[in-house]
């Protein structure tokens, strides 16, 4: 039950990166993997502070 919690306030961000790694790491192309990191970093750029629970 406290990994949920800690879950729920997690970075946005940080969280997107990780389901990345573990969901599209290895299973898309490349030009795909792409799109996800840049919108990772658009994620960091625009909405830094934003937790998964807002």
Not at 5 to 32: C, M, P, Q, S
Request: aromatic content about 12%.
């Amino acid at each position: 039950m406290e990994n949920n919690k800690n879950t729920k306030h997690e970075l946005f961000h940080e969280y997107y990166a990780r389901w990345i790694d573990i969901y599209k790491e290895g299973a898309i192309r490349l030009v795909a993997m792409q799109k996800y990191k840049m919108t990772q970093q658009w994620l960091v750029s625009l909405i830094p502070e934003l937790e998964v629970c807002q």
